[in-house]
C-alpha cells in the first residue's frame, strides 16, 4: 500500500524538488570576494531616479538591460555584476570634460567605459552607417563607433532634428526602422554620456530631509572647492559628495582598499536621513537578484512542454501530469509573492498592475491561477498545459517590456489613487486574463480536434464547459471592470463614459464575449463554435490591451511602444488563421473522424458520437 | 479525407447538426424556440413579427455591428477630436465611415466612405431586440430574474448615456493665482460677440453674439438689423495658429495686419495632451449702405477685442468662446503643481479657492481642488483639470478647472448596482449547478 502511494506521489515530489531547488539557488544573496572591489555593496546605495528613491543597483542593472539586453556585464576577465559598468561609465569622463579629467585622470586614461563591448546594433543600415562588420552578439564599444561618430550624429539629427540647422524632428508615429534604431542606438550612448556627465542621477541627498536632491555635477560646484581645501562642512550632503568622490576617485585608481573602505564608513551612516529605508532597499536588491518573474518564465516554458508530451507515455499520462501541476503551483507561488514583494516596493496594497509590463506579469499570473482551478475540476491535463502555455507566453511579453527602463515608475497624479488601481485595474485585467484563457482553450480545442483523439467521448464537452465557465467569468469581470472604470472618470473628471479608445477596448471585449454568449444560448454556435468564437476573442483581447496603446492616445496610453504594432498584427493573423483552422469540416478532424476505433479503448462498433459540436 | 469512411445516407455533417442534446446549456430559455412546440397552430402575425424582433440571431447581429462601430469610432480618433467623434459615430443614426477608417487606418482615403448605421440605430434596436425577447418568454424563475436584472440595468445604462449625451453641459474656469473668477467658458461653443459699451454702466452694455455654425461656409453673409454691418465669411478655421503678416493685403484691418492665421488640424482625439481647438476666421465687412470696412482677422487665440467704428458709434467685436457667469464666486488663494523630482511627470496638482456665494450666504475659505478631489456645488462639478504658465518664467501661475453638469450622472450607478446584483444571481446560479453536477460525480 505504502509502495503504490510512493509511486503516486513521486513523480509530484521530484517536481517540486527540482522547481525548488532551481528557484532556490537563484534566492541566495549576491556577495562579493573579499579584497575585490564591493560591487553589491554599492549597489546598497540610495539614490533617486525616475522620480523614485531606489538602490544604485537597480539603476545600474536597468540601464545596462536597455543598452545591452543583459542584468550582467560580460568581460573577457569574466563576468560582472551592473555595477561595474556604471562605476566604469561614471569614471569615465567624456572626452573634452575638463572637470572630470581633472578629478579622474587615471579613468580617463584608461577610458574603461570606451572599450566595453555593450552597445547592441542589430540593424544592417546603422552597421553599414558606422562601417562595422556583424559579429556574434552584436555587441559593440565606442572605440568600435568613434571612426564614424560624425556620420552618426548627422544621422541622428536628421530623426531627432537640429534646431541650429532648423531641422525639425521626425514624429516618431513615422519613424522608419532605421530611425528608429539610430534612435535607439543615440538613446543608449546617452546613457553614458549622463552617467560620465554626473548631471542627471540624484544622488546627493538634501540636507532639510526632502526629496529634492542634488547630482554630484552641482554638488562639485558647490563644495568642490571646498573639498580641494579639506573644508568640507558638517552637512548630509557636503558628506555625500565626499564620499562620492572619495570613492570614484579610488575606484578609477584601482584602490580597491580605499574604494571599500569609503562605502563601509558611508554605509554606516544614515545617508539621507529618515527619507531612506534600509530593509526597502535591501528587499529591492533581492527582487532584482531574485527576477522571479524571469524565473516562473522558464519553469512554465518546460512544464507547458512536458505536460504537451505527457499523452504519449499513456500509462504515465496521470503521473506526469501531476508532477507537472505541482511544479506549476510552485512556480504560481512564486509568481504571486513576487507581485507581492512589488507592491510592498512601491507602497501599494493590492494593487497589482501599475503599468503595461505590470498587467503582462499579472495575466500571467490570472492565466496561471485559472487553469490551476479548471485542473482541479478536469482532471484531463489539458488545463496544465493552457495555463503554463499562457503563463510563459505572457511574461516573454514582460520582459520584453522590462527591457526599456525601470518597471516601477512613478505614476501620473491622475492615477495616483490606490483604492481605483486596486479595484477598477485588477478586476479589468482579469477580465483580459479570462479572455485569453478561453481563446488559448479555443486553440487547444482546434488542436487537439484536428490532430487527436482526445475529443472524443466526454472531452469535447468538458473542453468546452470550461472555456464556457471562462467565458461567463471574463463576462462578468471585463463588464464589472468596465463599469469601475466608468465610475473611476465619473468622479475624477466627470464623464461616466468618454469614447476614450481604451475604454472602447474594454467595450469590445464585453460586446464580444455576450455575442459567444447570446450565439451559444442561440444555438448558433456549439462546441466547435466557440472555440473559435474565443480564439478570436484573443485578437479582440490584445487590441484592448495593447493596440489602443499605439493610437498614442489620451489618459491611458501609458505604454506607446514603437514598432509593436506590426508584431502585434502579425500576431493576430496568426491567431485569426488558427481561428480558421478550426473551420475545417469536422469530417476532417481526427476526434470526429467517423468510424474510427479510438486507440485508447477500442470499444468495437460504437461510433463515437460527436455530441453537440 | 478518406470519403468511403462516410456513411451512405448519414453525412458527417449532418450528424453533427442533429446531436444537440448535450448543448441545452444555461440561460438557454432565450432561445427563441425555446417554448415552442412543434404541433401548434399557425401563430398571429404580430406574434411573428415579435418572435422576429426577438430573435437571438438579431442581437448576435447587432452586437457584430456595435463592435464594429465602436472599432471604427476608435480609430477615428486619430485624425479628429473625441467629440466630433462621437456626435459623427455614436449619437447619430447612420454614419458615413470613410475607406481610410474602415480599412483600418492602412490606406489614405478619406474621401470616399461607406454608409454605416450609427450609435442611435444600433442601440435602439437593440432595446427593441430585448424587449421583444422578454416580452416573448417572460417567465419568473431564479435564473431568468438574473437575466432580467442584468437586462433592467443595461436598458439603464443606455438611457444614461442618451441622457448624458443630450444634456450634459461640459465648461471650463480658469484663474489666475490671487484673482477671482464666476464665468465659465465653453470651448466647444465659439461665437462672435459684437458689443457696444455703455458709457456709465457695464451692465447696460448692448451685446450681440452670432453662434459659430453660421460663420462656417465661406461666402455665407450674416445681415441683421441687429448687427451694424454686414458680415461677409472669407474663411472659417475650426483650429488655427498665428504667425507674423509680413506682408499685409491692401483691404485688411486690425489684427489682420499684424498676423496672419494658419488653418491647423482639429486636435486629435489621441492626443495626449488633451489641447482644445482655437478657431479663427476671416470675414469681410460692410456697412448697410454698402460702405466696404475691409478684411478682418478675428482669432480666438488673442482675448483682445478689435474695435470698428460707425457713424461715430464703436463696437467692440471677440470671436470667443460662449461664456457663462455663475452667481458665486471662486477666488484662487494658490496653485501648487508638483513633480516626481528629476523627472517631468506630474505628481500632484492643486488649488486652494475660496468660495464665495452672496446670494446662498456661503463663505467657504478652505476648499481644495486636486486630482480624484472634485468639488460639488449647486449640481455642478469642478475638476481640477489642467493649469496656466506664465509665458515668460513658465512657471504654473493659475488653475484650469473643468466644469461639468450632467443630469444623467446618477444612471449608471443605478444601473451598475441592477446589472450586479443579476450577474450575482445568474453567474452564480451558473455556478452553483456546475459545482453541483461535479460534486454528484
Same mark, same amino acid.
Given at each position: 500500500? %505504502?509502495?503504490?502511494?510512493?509511486?503516486?506521489?513521486?513523480?509530484?515530489?521530484?517536481?517540486?524538488?527540482?522547481?525548488?531547488?532551481?528557484?532556490?539557488?537563484?534566492?541566495?544573496?549576491?556577495?562579493?570576494?573579499?579584497?575585490?572591489?564591493?560591487?553589491?555593496?554599492?549597489?546598497?546605495?540610495?539614490?533617486?531616479?525616475?522620480?523614485?528613491?531606489?538602490?544604485?543597483?537597480?539603476?545600474?542593472?536597468?540601464?545596462?538591460?536597455?543598452? &545591452?539586453?543583459?542584468?550582467?556585464?560580460?568581460?573577457?576577465?569574466?563576468? #560582472?555584476?551592473?555595477?561595474?559598468?556604471?562605476?566604469?561609465?561614471? &569614471?569615465?569622463?567624456?572626452?573634452?570634460?575638463?572637470?572630470?579629467?581633472?578629478?579622474?585622470?587615471?579613468?580617463?586614461?584608461?577610458?574603461?567605459?570606451?572599450?566595453?563591448?555593450?552597445?547592441?546594433?542589430? %540593424?544592417?543600415?546603422?552597421?553599414?552607417?558606422?562601417?562595422?562588420?556583424?559579429?556574434?552578439?552584436?555587441?559593440?564599444?565606442?572605440?568600435?563607433?568613434?571612426?564614424?561618430?560624425?556620420?552618426?550624429?548627422?544621422?541622428?539629427?536628421?530623426?531627432?532634428?537640429?534646431?541650429?540647422? +532648423?531641422?525639425?524632428?521626425?514624429?516618431?508615429? $513615422?519613424?522608419?526602422?532605421?530611425?528608429?534604431?539610430?534612435?535607439?542606438?543615440?538613446?543608449?550612448? %546617452?546613457?553614458?554620456?549622463?552617467?560620465?556627465?554626473?548631471?542627471?542621477?540624484?544622488?546627493?541627498?538634501?540636507?532639510?530631509?526632502?526629496?529634492?536632491?542634488?547630482? #554630484?555635477?552641482?554638488?562639485?560646484?558647490?563644495?568642490?572647492?571646498?573639498?580641494?581645501?579639506?573644508?568640507?562642512?558638517?552637512?548630509?550632503?557636503?558628506?555625500?559628495?565626499?564620499?562620492?568622490?572619495?570613492?570614484?576617485?579610488?575606484?578609477?585608481?584601482?584602490?580597491?582598499?580605499?574604494?571599500?573602505?569609503?562605502?563601509?564608513?558611508?554605509?554606516?551612516?544614515?545617508?539621507?536621513?529618515?527619507?531612506? $529605508?534600509?530593509?526597502?532597499?535591501?528587499?529591492?536588491?533581492?527582487? %532584482? !537578484? #531574485?527576477?522571479?518573474?524571469?524565473?516562473?518564465?522558464?519553469?512554465?516554458?518546460?512544464?507547458?512542454?512536458?505536460?504537451?508530451?505527457?499523452?504519449?507515455?499513456?500509462?504515465? &499520462?496521470?503521473?506526469?501530469?501531476?508532477?507537472?501541476?505541482?511544479?506549476?503551483?510552485?512556480?504560481?507561488?512564486?509568481?504571486?509573492?513576487?507581485?507581492?514583494?512589488?507592491?510592498?516596493?512601491?507602497?501599494?496594497?493590492?494593487?497589482?498592475?501599475? !503599468?503595461?509590463?505590470?498587467?503582462?506579469?499579472?495575466?500571467?499570473? +490570472?492565466?496561471?491561477? #485559472?487553469?490551476?482551478?479548471?485542473?482541479?475540476?478536469?482532471? !484531463?491535463?489539458?488545463?496544465?498545459?493552457?495555463?503554463?502555455?499562457?503563463?510563459?507566453?505572457?511574461?516573454?511579453?514582460?520582459?520584453?517590456?522590462?527591457?526599456?527602463?525601470?518597471?516601477?515608475?512613478?505614476?501620473?497624479?491622475?492615477?495616483?489613487?490606490?483604492?481605483?488601481?486596486?479595484?477598477?485595474?485588477?478586476?479589468?485585467?482579469?477580465?483580459?486574463?479570462?479572455?485569453?484563457?478561453? +481563446?488559448?482553450?479555443?486553440?487547444?480545442?482546434?488542436?487537439?480536434?484536428?490532430?487527436? !483523439?482526445?475529443?472524443?467521448?466526454?472531452?469535447?464537452?468538458?473542453?468546452?464547459?470550461?472555456?464556457?465557465?471562462?467565458?461567463?467569468?471574463?463576462?462578468?469581470?471585463?463588464?464589472?471592470?468596465?463599469?469601475?472604470?466608468?465610475?473611476?472618470?465619473?468622479?475624477?473628471?466627470?464623464?461616466?463614459?468618454?469614447?476614450?479608445?481604451?475604454?472602447?477596448?474594454?467595450?469590445?471585449?464585453?460586446?464580444?464575449?455576450?455575442?459567444?454568449?447570446?450565439?451559444?444560448?442561440?444555438?448558433?454556435?456549439?462546441?466547435?463554435?466557440?472555440?473559435?468564437?474565443?480564439?478570436?476573442?484573443?485578437?479582440?483581447?490584445?487590441?484592448?490591451?495593447?493596440?489602443? $496603446?499605439?493610437?498614442?492616445?489620451?489618459?491611458?496610453?501609458?505604454?506607446?511602444?514603437?514598432?509593436?504594432?506590426?508584431?502585434?498584427?502579425?500576431?493576430?493573423?496568426?491567431?485569426?488563421?488558427?481561428?480558421?483552422?478550426?473551420?475545417?469540416?469536422?469530417?476532417?478532424?481526427?476526434?470526429?473522424?467517423?468510424?474510427?476505433? &479510438?486507440?485508447?479503448?477500442?470499444?468495437?462498433?460504437?461510433?463515437?458520437?460527436?455530441?453537440?459540436? | 479525407?478518406?470519403?468511403?469512411?462516410?456513411?451512405?445516407?448519414?453525412?458527417?455533417?449532418?450528424?453533427?447538426?442533429?446531436?444537440?442534446?448535450?448543448?441545452?446549456?444555461?440561460?438557454?430559455?432565450?432561445?427563441?424556440?425555446?417554448?415552442?412546440?412543434?404541433?401548434?397552430?399557425?401563430?398571429?402575425?404580430?406574434?411573428?413579427?415579435?418572435?422576429?424582433?426577438?430573435?437571438?440571431?438579431?442581437?448576435?447581429?447587432?452586437?457584430?455591428?456595435?463592435?464594429?462601430?465602436?472599432?471604427?469610432?476608435?480609430?477615428?480618433?486619430?485624425?479628429?477630436?473625441?467629440?466630433?467623434?462621437?456626435?459623427?459615430?455614436?449619437?447619430?443614426?447612420?454614419?458615413?465611415?470613410?475607406?481610410?477608417?474602415?480599412?483600418?487606418?492602412?490606406?489614405?482615403?478619406?474621401?470616399?466612405?461607406?454608409?454605416?448605421?450609427?450609435?442611435?440605430?444600433?442601440?435602439?434596436?437593440?432595446?427593441?431586440?430585448?424587449?421583444?425577447?422578454?416580452?416573448?418568454?417572460?417567465?419568473?424563475?431564479?435564473?431568468?430574474?438574473?437575466?432580467?436584472?442584468?437586462?433592467?440595468?443595461?436598458?439603464?445604462?443606455?438611457?444614461?448615456?442618451?441622457?448624458?449625451?443630450?444634456?450634459?453641459?461640459?465648461?471650463?474656469?480658469?484663474?489666475?493665482?490671487?484673482?477671482?473668477?464666476?464665468?465659465?467658458?465653453?470651448?466647444?461653443?465659439?461665437?462672435?460677440?459684437?458689443?457696444?459699451?455703455?458709457?456709465?454702466?457695464?451692465?447696460?452694455?448692448?451685446?450681440?453674439?452670432?453662434?459659430?455654425?453660421?460663420?462656417?461656409?465661406?461666402?455665407?453673409?450674416?445681415?441683421?438689423?441687429?448687427?451694424?454691418?454686414?458680415?461677409?465669411?472669407? *474663411?472659417?478655421?475650426?483650429?488655427?495658429?498665428?504667425?507674423?503678416?509680413?506682408?499685409?493685403?491692401?483691404?485688411?484691418?486690425?489684427?489682420?495686419? *499684424?498676423?496672419?492665421?494658419?488653418?491647423?488640424? *482639429?486636435?486629435?482625439?489621441?492626443?495626449?495632451?488633451?489641447?482644445?481647438?482655437?478657431?479663427?476666421?476671416?470675414?469681410?465687412?460692410?456697412?448697410? *449702405?454698402?460702405?466696404?470696412?475691409?478684411?478682418?482677422?478675428?482669432?480666438?487665440?488673442?482675448?483682445?477685442?478689435?474695435?470698428?467704428?460707425?457713424?461715430?458709434?464703436?463696437?467692440?467685436?471677440?470671436?470667443?468662446?460662449?461664456?457663462?457667469?455663475?452667481?458665486?464666486?471662486?477666488?484662487?488663494?494658490?496653485?501648487?503643481?508638483?513633480?516626481?523630482?528629476?523627472?517631468?511627470?506630474?505628481?500632484?496638482?492643486?488649488?486652494?479657492?475660496?468660495?464665495?456665494?452672496?446670494?446662498?450666504?456661503?463663505?467657504?475659505?478652505?476648499?481644495?481642488?486636486?486630482?480624484?478631489?472634485?468639488?460639488?456645488?449647486?449640481?455642478?462639478?469642478?475638476?481640477?483639470?489642467?493649469?496656466?504658465?506664465?509665458?515668460?518664467?513658465?512657471?504654473?501661475?493659475?488653475?484650469?478647472?473643468?466644469?461639468?453638469?450632467?443630469?444623467?450622472?446618477?444612471?449608471?450607478?443605478?444601473?451598475?448596482?441592477?446589472?450586479?446584483?443579476?450577474?450575482?444571481?445568474?453567474?452564480?446560479?451558473?455556478?452553483?449547478?456546475?459545482?453541483?453536477?461535479?460534486?454528484?460525480?
Amino acid at each position: 500500500m %505504502n509502495k503504490t502511494r510512493l509511486q503516486q506521489y513521486l513523480p509530484a515530489l521530484i517536481a517540486v524538488g527540482v522547481t525548488a531547488i532551481y528557484f532556490g539557488i537563484n534566492m541566495r544573496p549576491r556577495s562579493d570576494a573579499s579584497g575585490e572591489f564591493q560591487y553589491a555593496k554599492f549597489g546598497r546605495l540610495a539614490v533617486i531616479d525616475g522620480g523614485r528613491l531606489k538602490p544604485m543597483q537597480t539603476v545600474a542593472q536597468t540601464k545596462l538591460m536597455i543598452v &545591452t539586453h543583459r542584468s550582467a556585464l560580460s568581460e573577457k576577465e569574466g563576468t #560582472f555584476p551592473a555595477a561595474k559598468w556604471l562605476l566604469d561609465c561614471m &569614471t569615465t569622463p567624456l572626452p573634452g570634460d575638463p572637470i572630470f579629467s581633472a578629478m579622474f585622470p587615471d579613468g580617463a586614461e584608461a577610458a574603461v567605459a570606451f572599450k566595453q563591448e555593450v552597445f547592441r546594433i542589430e %540593424n544592417d543600415q546603422v552597421l553599414r552607417l558606422l562601417k562595422l562588420t556583424p559579429r556574434s552578439g552584436y555587441r559593440y564599444s565606442i572605440v568600435d563607433i568613434a571612426p564614424r561618430y560624425p556620420e552618426l550624429e548627422q544621422a541622428v539629427k536628421e530623426v531627432l532634428g537640429d534646431e541650429t540647422r +532648423g531641422i525639425p524632428a521626425k514624429d516618431p508615429k $513615422n519613424y522608419k526602422l532605421y530611425d528608429a534604431k539610430v534612435a535607439e542606438l543615440w538613446q543608449h550612448l %546617452n546613457l553614458y554620456m549622463k552617467a560620465a556627465h554626473h548631471g542627471t542621477l540624484l544622488v546627493i541627498p538634501n540636507p532639510d530631509g526632502s526629496d529634492q536632491w542634488t547630482t #554630484f555635477r552641482d554638488a562639485h560646484a558647490k563644495f568642490g572647492d571646498a573639498f580641494d581645501q579639506d573644508q568640507l562642512p558638517d552637512a548630509p550632503d557636503a558628506k555625500a559628495y565626499g564620499f562620492y568622490r572619495t570613492l570614484l576617485v579610488a575606484y578609477q585608481s584601482k584602490d580597491k582598499a580605499g574604494f571599500n573602505r569609503a562605502l563601509d564608513s558611508y554605509l554606516a551612516t544614515s545617508q539621507g536621513g529618515g527619507l531612506i $529605508n534600509p530593509t526597502k532597499i535591501g528587499v529591492e536588491i533581492f527582487f %532584482n !537578484n #531574485f527576477a522571479p518573474f524571469y524565473l516562473c518564465l522558464v519553469v512554465y516554458g518546460f512544464v507547458a512542454v512536458i505536460a504537451g508530451f505527457s499523452w504519449l507515455a499513456p500509462a504515465w &499520462t496521470r503521473q506526469i501530469q501531476q508532477g507537472c501541476y505541482a511544479a506549476m503551483a510552485l512556480a504560481f507561488v512564486v509568481h504571486i509573492s513576487g507581485l507581492v514583494l512589488r507592491m510592498y516596493l512601491q507602497d501599494r496594497l493590492f494593487v497589482f498592475v501599475t !503599468n503595461l509590463y505590470s498587467s503582462a506579469v499579472f495575466i500571467g499570473l +490570472g492565466c496561471v491561477f #485559472f487553469c490551476l482551478i479548471a485542473e482541479v475540476f478536469y482532471k !484531463n491535463g489539458i488545463a496544465i498545459v493552457v495555463g503554463t502555455t499562457t503563463g510563459f507566453c505572457t511574461l516573454i511579453i514582460a520582459h520584453m517590456l522590462s527591457l526599456s527602463g525601470d518597471t516601477m515608475e512613478m505614476m501620473q497624479a491622475v492615477l495616483d489613487t490606490n483604492f481605483w488601481l486596486a479595484t477598477h485595474v485588477t478586476i479589468i485585467t482579469l477580465g483580459y486574463t479570462s479572455a485569453f484563457v478561453a +481563446g488559448f482553450m479555443g486553440i487547444a480545442y482546434i488542436f487537439l480536434g484536428l490532430f487527436t !483523439n482526445m475529443l472524443r467521448k466526454e472531452g469535447s464537452a468538458e473542453l468546452t464547459r470550461m472555456t464556457y465557465g471562462v467565458l461567463c467569468a471574463g463576462m462578468f469581470l471585463s463588464f464589472v471592470g468596465t463599469v469601475l472604470g466608468g465610475l473611476w472618470a465619473d468622479y475624477s473628471w466627470g464623464r461616466f463614459w468618454g469614447w476614450d479608445p481604451k475604454e472602447n477596448g474594454a467595450l469590445l471585449i464585453v460586446i464580444w464575449i455576450a455575442l459567444i454568449l447570446h450565439a451559444r444560448w442561440g444555438g448558433m454556435v456549439k462546441q466547435r463554435g466557440i472555440a473559435v468564437l474565443s480564439v478570436l476573442g484573443i485578437v479582440v483581447t490584445s487590441w484592448s490591451w495593447f493596440g489602443t $496603446n499605439f493610437l498614442g492616445v489620451g489618459l491611458h496610453s501609458y505604454g506607446f511602444r514603437q514598432g509593436a504594432m506590426m508584431t502585434l498584427i502579425l500576431i493576430d493573423l496568426g491567431f485569426i488563421a488558427i481561428a480558421g483552422l478550426g473551420l475545417i469540416p469536422l469530417e476532417h478532424w481526427t476526434s470526429f473522424r467517423p468510424h474510427e476505433p &479510438t486507440p485508447f479503448k477500442p470499444t468495437g462498433g460504437a461510433r463515437p458520437k460527436p455530441a453537440g459540436v | 479525407m478518406d470519403h468511403t469512411a462516410i456513411q451512405p445516407g448519414v453525412p458527417a455533417a449532418k450528424v453533427a447538426e442533429t446531436a444537440i442534446q448535450d448543448g441545452a446549456p444555461p440561460g438557454s430559455p432565450l432561445h427563441p424556440d425555446a417554448h415552442a412546440s412543434p404541433r401548434r397552430a399557425p401563430r398571429h402575425p404580430i406574434v411573428q413579427a415579435l418572435m422576429l424582433l426577438a430573435d437571438l440571431r438579431l442581437t448576435v447581429v447587432l452586437f457584430a455591428l456595435a463592435m464594429l462601430i465602436v472599432f471604427w469610432g476608435t480609430l477615428a480618433q486619430t485624425d479628429a477630436g473625441v467629440w466630433t467623434v462621437v456626435n459623427k459615430y455614436f449619437r447619430c443614426a447612420f454614419v458615413w465611415v470613410p475607406l481610410k477608417v474602415v480599412c483600418f487606418n492602412a490606406i489614405d482615403n478619406t474621401v470616399d466612405a461607406i454608409p454605416f448605421p450609427g450609435g442611435w440605430l444600433i442601440g435602439g434596436v437593440m432595446l427593441v431586440n430585448l424587449l421583444a425577447a422578454h416580452a416573448m418568454r417572460f417567465k419568473l424563475t431564479w435564473n431568468r430574474s438574473g437575466i432580467f436584472l442584468i437586462h433592467a440595468g443595461l436598458i439603464v445604462m443606455m438611457l444614461g448615456e442618451v441622457i448624458t449625451g443630450t444634456y450634459q453641459i461640459e465648461g471650463q474656469m480658469v484663474i489666475r493665482e490671487g484673482q477671482s473668477s464666476n464665468t465659465v467658458i465653453h470651448p466647444g461653443q465659439t461665437e462672435l460677440a459684437i458689443i457696444q459699451r455703455d458709457k456709465d454702466d457695464v451692465a447696460k452694455d448692448h451685446v450681440v453674439t452670432i453662434p459659430a455654425r453660421m460663420l462656417q461656409t465661406p461666402g455665407a453673409t450674416i445681415e441683421d438689423s441687429q448687427v451694424p454691418f454686414i458680415i461677409e465669411v472669407v *474663411e472659417y478655421m475650426v483650429n488655427h495658429k498665428l504667425k507674423f503678416n509680413r506682408r499685409p493685403g491692401k483691404d485688411q484691418r486690425g489684427l489682420a495686419r *499684424e498676423f496672419e492665421a494658419l488653418p491647423q488640424p *482639429e486636435v486629435s482625439g489621441v492626443d495626449p495632451n488633451q489641447k482644445f481647438d482655437l478657431p479663427a476666421m476671416y470675414v469681410k465687412l460692410s456697412t448697410p *449702405e454698402g460702405k466696404k470696412l475691409g478684411t478682418w482677422l478675428f482669432s480666438s487665440d488673442l482675448g483682445d477685442s478689435q474695435w470698428i467704428t460707425i457713424k461715430d458709434k464703436q463696437y467692440q467685436v471677440r470671436l470667443r468662446f460662449k461664456e457663462l457667469a455663475r452667481p458665486y464666486t471662486f477666488h484662487l488663494k494658490k496653485f501648487t503643481h508638483d513633480v516626481f523630482p528629476g523627472t517631468n511627470t506630474p505628481k500632484d496638482f492643486h488649488s486652494y479657492i475660496r468660495l464665495i456665494d452672496t446670494k446662498n450666504g456661503v463663505d467657504r475659505d478652505d476648499v481644495e481642488i486636486y486630482m480624484n478631489a472634485p468639488l460639488y456645488y449647486e449640481g455642478e462639478t469642478f475638476y481640477q483639470s489642467s493649469w496656466t504658465t506664465d509665458p515668460i518664467t513658465h512657471k504654473a501661475n493659475g488653475t484650469v478647472l473643468q466644469v461639468v453638469r450632467n443630469p444623467g450622472w446618477l444612471m449608471p450607478y443605478i444601473s451598475c448596482a441592477i446589472v450586479g446584483i443579476g450577474m450575482l444571481i445568474h453567474f452564480g446560479h451558473t455556478l452553483y449547478r456546475f459545482v453541483d453536477r461535479r460534486m454528484v460525480r
